[in-house]
C-alpha cells in the first residue's frame, strides 16, 4: 500500500492468503487509519482556529496505472474530516481484498491521497 501525504510517500505492505476452502468467502475487509493531533493549527487573520476539512481516498492500484495517482486506479472509499480532529477512521476495502485473493497477481496495493491541508500526521494500523 502507498500512503501519499504531500510530497512525501509512506508505503505498506499487507498479506492476503486466500483461503484452502472454497466455501469460505470475505465478508469485509477494512483498513484503519488513526489520525493524530495535528503539529500545526490553521489559524485565521484574527487569531481563531479554523476547522478545515481534510478528505483522504483509498484507491485500489490497478495494472497498467501508476500506484502513485489517482488516475486509473480504482476508488475503494471516501472520508472527510476536520484537520484538527484526532482519531480513527476506517475505509471499506472488501473490494480490493476479493481481487487478491481471486488472483494474487492483481495485488498491486493501495493509494490514499489527502487534500489541502498538508499538515498531516497518521499512523496506519
Same mark, same amino acid.
Request: glycine share 4%; hydrophobic share 40%; with cysteine.
Given at each position: 500500500?502507498?500512503?501519499?501525504?504531500?510530497?512525501?510517500?509512506?508505503?505498506?505492505?499487507?498479506?492476503?492468503?486466500?483461503?484452502?476452502?472454497? @466455501?469460505?468467502?470475505?465478508? !469485509?475487509?477494512?483498513?484503519?487509519?488513526?489520525?493524530?493531533?495535528? @503539529?500545526?493549527?490553521?489559524?485565521? @487573520?484574527?487569531?481563531?482556529?479554523?476547522?478545515?476539512?481534510?478528505?483522504?481516498?483509498?484507491? !485500489?492500484?490497478?495494472?497498467?496505472?501508476?500506484?502513485?495517482?489517482?488516475?486509473?486506479?480504482?476508488?475503494?472509499?471516501?472520508?472527510?474530516?476536520?484537520?484538527?480532529?484526532?482519531?480513527?477512521?476506517?475505509?471499506?476495502?472488501?473490494?480490493?481484498?476479493?481481487?487478491?485473493?481471486?488472483?494474487?497477481?492483481?495485488?498491486?496495493?493501495?493509494?490514499?491521497?489527502?487534500?489541502?491541508?498538508?499538515?498531516?500526521?497518521?499512523?496506519?494500523?
Amino acid at each position: 500500500m502507498v500512503l501519499l501525504v504531500s510530497e512525501s510517500q509512506l508505503r505498506f505492505f499487507f498479506n492476503v492468503t486466500p483461503s484452502d476452502s472454497a @466455501k469460505e468467502q470475505v465478508l !469485509q475487509a477494512e483498513f484503519h487509519l488513526f489520525k493524530l493531533k495535528p @503539529k500545526h493549527r490553521f489559524v485565521d @487573520k484574527l487569531g481563531d482556529a479554523k476547522s478545515h476539512l481534510l478528505e483522504v481516498r483509498v484507491y !485500489q492500484a490497478l495494472p497498467g496505472a501508476s500506484a502513485l495517482k489517482e488516475e486509473g486506479n480504482r476508488l475503494l472509499d471516501v472520508r472527510r474530516m476536520t484537520y484538527n480532529s484526532v482519531g480513527w477512521e476506517v475505509f471499506y476495502v472488501k473490494e480490493a481484498a476479493e481481487d487478491w485473493i481471486r488472483n494474487p497477481a492483481t495485488n498491486l496495493g493501495q493509494t490514499r491521497t489527502y487534500a489541502e491541508p498538508f499538515f498531516f500526521r497518521a499512523a496506519c494500523g
